[in-house]
């Protein structure tokens, strides 16, 4: 059980800060699909680093989900415009440079890349690499670098903090979960944010949209091997019919893996042009991330995922096939 920081990362966080501190500029990117861990460490990194007067900019690699717009500071989120100047790039929550998608680009424009990442696949492609694999979520080592500044946890940052933890632990219940996470939480308490506020965002504000493509999508629920795996793909053409956008099925995976019997649940996510994204999610014993990076995906022990050009069909039978010898 993790309860303090190894003394290498503390190295590369003091050497971080110190290139931070005298850089002309930082620039923060997001991966693709940003999750609440992703936006709530740039946004409270980004309003840290702003409040010591450095020239910082947040990057969106993707379209920002609606179920994040709460986050004070989202409205910082934009575009590079392909020209500035980059000196110093953070990349946050990211396993490996194709993370980024489309800004891929400015890893080899930047002066200096900073890697802050939580990812067991992680391929440490930055100059500095802030990686622990112990951590429970990116934004557990953005509050110790935030500490280590003797920044003061605002409201804001705290808020975007306390989203990040709460994301990534499945409100503090997963595995990854320590006792450091619950002291970082506890601190983020005092620092004054309104925690139900954001337990409402985060946990009890699903559409009814995203509720009737729930009901739909479990209509298809498929299950294998003694019902220890449950597999549900969503179509273009489930979604259409419950009127609903791929964003919507945020929460399905975690849903089927609460069904009892359960180790392994999948989603197969069906975007246009023959790209399927899977996600996948464990219970005790199948170490997901080992399987995704089969598919040259990645992730944790309890959740991994890739994307590749196939069909439904075809993924679910070489899933399946996979999984034979883990289950
Ligand atoms: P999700 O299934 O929610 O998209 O992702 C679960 C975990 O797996 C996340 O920590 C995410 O970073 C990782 N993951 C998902 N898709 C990919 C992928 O295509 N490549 C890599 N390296 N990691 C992924
Ligand atoms: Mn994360």
Redesign the pocket.
């Known amino acids: 059980m993790k309860t303090k920081m190894t003394e290498a990362i503390e190295k590369q966080i003091n050497l971080a800060i110190e290139q931070m501190l005298n850089s002309k500029n930082i620039y923060i990117v997001s991966?693709v699909?940003p999750?609440g861990?992703n936006l709530g460490s740039i946004l409270s990194l980004g309003q840290a680093l702003k409040s010591k007067n450095l020239d910082v900019f947040m990057l969106k690699s993707d379209e920002i989900p609606n179920d994040f717009m709460f986050l004070p500071g989202i409205e910082y989120m934009m575009d590079y415009d392909g020209l500035g100047y980059v000196d110093v790039l953070i990349v946050l929550?990211?396993?490996?440079e194709?993370?980024i998608g489309k800004n891929k680009e400015i890893l080899g424009k930047a002066n200096l890349v900073i890697n802050i990442d939580h990812?067991i696949?992680n391929t440490y492609f930055g100059d500095i690499n802030i990686v622990d694999k112990d951590a429970s979520s990116t934004g557990e080592l953005v509050f110790e670098i935030i500490k280590s500044m003797g920044i003061e946890i605002s409201k804001e940052i705290g808020t975007c903090l306390y989203t990040a933890i709460s994301s990534?632990t499945g409100s503090f219940m997963y595995d990854n979960t320590s006792a450091r996470t619950h002291e970082i939480a506890a601190e983020l308490l005092k620092s004054n944010i309104d925690k139900s506020y954001i337990n409402i965002n985060l946990y009890q504000n699903r559409s009814l949209e995203r509720t009737k493509l729930f009901i739909t999508a479990l209509n298809s629920l498929e299950l294998y091997y003694n019902d220890k795996v449950a597999i549900v793909a969503i179509t273009q053409e489930l979604l259409e019919k419950s009127n609903a956008t791929m964003e919507d099925t945020e929460g399905i995976?975690s849903f089927l893996r609460e069904i009892s019997p359960v180790e392994v649940a999948i989603?197969l996510k069906e975007f246009h042009g023959e790209n399927i994204?899977?996600?996948?999610?464990s219970k005790k014993y199948v170490d997901v991330?080992k399987i995704?990076s089969y598919f040259?995906?990645?992730?944790?022990v309890r959740?991994?995922?890739?994307?590749v050009n196939s069909t439904v069909g075809k993924i679910k039978a070489s899933l399946l096939e996979q999984l034979k010898d883990y289950i």
């Open positions: 991966h699909q999750d861990d929550d990211s396993g490996d194709n993370r990812h696949s990534d995976v989603i994204k899977v996600s996948m999610r991330a995704s040259s995906g990645g992730g944790h959740a991994a995922g890739f994307t």
